[in-house]
């Protein structure tokens, strides 16, 4: 079933883009030109040097508060060949429900994979290996339920498809998608990003034209 497109991020606008979006720090939280998959620019998430430990993250609001939400993005991963482990460091994509609570994908160095998490306790290992410091597309879809399914397909590879409970608390709403990044030393990009809901939205890419004069 294919889902229906909310929204489409190219980030080829550059900063401009982002200033009516929610960020966690808007020097950290930047469209880049240091790598880019469709276009001149991307989304950058990540701290300034070494000591920073804080994951930054952006969102963005899903009309209509979708009880099955969707996303398509671009993913590369800088500078993760030596990290390991699923904490909140890690690159997550995450829809956050009405009431607070999160079901999302973490980044796992350990086995470069991306696993599905549902109010915090893992749903289901992901199965296929990313690359690191290269593109890879990653489809994650959810169906927020009692009786719900994660699906997440990796440049087109199916690497979780599991039927079960994925309402974390009582809302089966989701309001926001996060994007979250860039814990330690490392750097997250994300391009050409869509979000919607009703089923997985495709690989997808974003181009942008920024009018220069007034018609």
Not at 18 to 37: C, E, G, K, P, Q
Not at 72 to 87: D, K, Q
Request: negative net charge; without cysteine; proline residues 2%.
């Amino acid at each position: 079933m294919a889902g229906t497109i909310l929204g489409m991020r190219g980030f080829d606008m550059g900063d401009a883009q982002l200033n009516t979006v929610d960020r966690s720090d808007d020097t950290r939280v930047i469209a880049s030109n240091s790598y880019a998959h469709t276009g001149a620019y991307s989304l950058k998430l990540g701290g300034t040097d070494s000591k920073t430990t804080s994951t930054e993250w952006g969102r963005w609001r899903l009309s209509g508060d979708p009880s099955n939400p969707s996303v398509s993005a671009w993913v590369f991963l800088y500078g993760r060949f030596n990290e390991t482990g699923t904490g909140t460091v890690n690159h997550n994509i995450r829809y956050r429900l009405t009431d607070g609570a999160f079901v999302e994908l973490r980044w796992n160095g350990a086995t470069h994979t991306y696993d599905a998490y549902v109010g915090g306790v893992l749903f289901k290992a992901g199965t296929v290996e990313v690359s690191v410091n290269t593109w890879f597309h990653v489809q994650f879809y959810a169906m927020i339920n009692a009786a719900g399914n994660i699906t997440v397909l990796i440049d087109g590879h199916e690497s979780i498809n599991k039927n079960g409970d994925t309402l974390p608390g009582a809302a089966d709403t989701v309001d926001y998608v996060y994007i979250y990044g860039g814990g330690g030393s490392s750097y997250d990009y994300v391009d050409d990003l869509v979000f919607g809901y009703g089923g997985l939205l495709g690989s997808l890419r974003v181009r942008e034209r920024v009018p220069n004069r007034d018609a």
